[in-house]
């Protein structure tokens, strides 16, 4: 049997697996309403952003690939390609049958010379988008957050002629920031084309950073979140593993479908041990209903 049919069959066994559990009730969250359980997550949008898993990918880029999809993972999120190609990585992804959905990309590169390979680099892996993971601290202004709005819409330009998905931006709580009465995530939402730049909404940070419901962006912005980080926060403000912590993620994900979004990606910051993050995470959001 070849290794896409193994893991077809590895994915099939987990999935039941999984429906056995939250039918037992072992699994199920407890932040799941009563009123609403029979929505869930697409198993082909729950993804891991790779982020959480760089010292794993340092030591056997490969290796983790399929530690991933054996645990059941459908897609990732390209943060950091520890020496290899863009090709080099999509060869490793098609082994295990995993397939990357976006790249984090510095900002410099997006809005400078190296534009034009960034985003062949993503036809390479087979991605869709071109993500800014921050900005640089001297644009944390309003006049700094109007400019990037400015080049993100060109950016966004580029990215769709050449036949991919809008530039998303990434925010950390930073982002969040209220000057002179207006936050400076929002100065992004206003002044930017919908249809050429969107989002990948970091829960956690939009939780910590807002002071508010992040699944509130989903109404008030529809169809402009089409990635997510799903992250956790501890009861001390710290990193958790997805399902965790305090994040009401069945409450967040109730207007998802407004939001638009298509990819839950897994995110810790900083995991003790990367790969029971991984398996705990993905348990949790493969049995969420909400």
């Known amino acids: ?164 998905g809008p530039v998303l931006f990434h925010n950390h709580g930073s982002d969040h920031v209220v000057v002179d009465g207006t936050s400076l995530y929002d100065i992004l939402l206003a002044e930017t084309d919908p249809h050429l730049v969107g989002f990948e909404l970091d829960v956690y940070w939009a939780a910590k950073g807002g002071g508010s419901d992040p699944g509130r962006y989903f109404v008030r912005h529809p169809r402009r979140f089409p990635a997510l980080h799903v992250k956790d926060m501890a009861p001390d403000g710290g990193f958790a593993d997805v399902g965790s912590g305090t994040l009401d993620f069945a409450a967040m994900f109730d207007n998802a479908r407004v939001g638009g979004v298509k990819q839950w990606l897994v995110e810790h910051d900083t995991p003790t041990d990367a790969f029971a993050t991984a398996r705990n995470s993905y348990r949790y959001l493969a049995a969420l209903r909400y």
């Open 1 to 164: 049997m070849t290794r896409t049919g193994l893991n077809g069959t590895r994915r099939a066994f987990l999935g039941t697996s999984m429906g056995l559990a939250a039918a037992l009730g072992t699994a199920l969250p407890a932040h799941a309403g009563e009123a609403s359980k029979h929505r869930r997550i697409p198993r082909g949008g729950i993804g891991m952003h790779l982020y959480t898993m760089r010292d794993a990918l340092a030591g056997d880029f490969a290796g983790t690939l399929e530690q991933l999809a054996d645990i059941g993972y459908a897609t990732v999120g390209v943060s950091g390609r520890h020496g290899n190609s863009a090709a080099g990585i999509r060869r490793m992804l098609d082994a295990v049958d995993l397939k990357a959905v976006l790249e984090h990309v510095a900002y410099d590169t997006l809005k400078g010379s190296g534009l034009p390979q960034a985003l062949e680099d993503l036809h390479t892996l087979g991605a869709k988008w071109p993500v800014v993971p921050s900005l640089p601290g001297a644009l944390h202004t309003p006049d700094g957050f109007r400019e990037a709005a400015r080049q993100f819409n060109r950016i966004g330009q580029a990215s769709r002629d050449a036949g991919l």
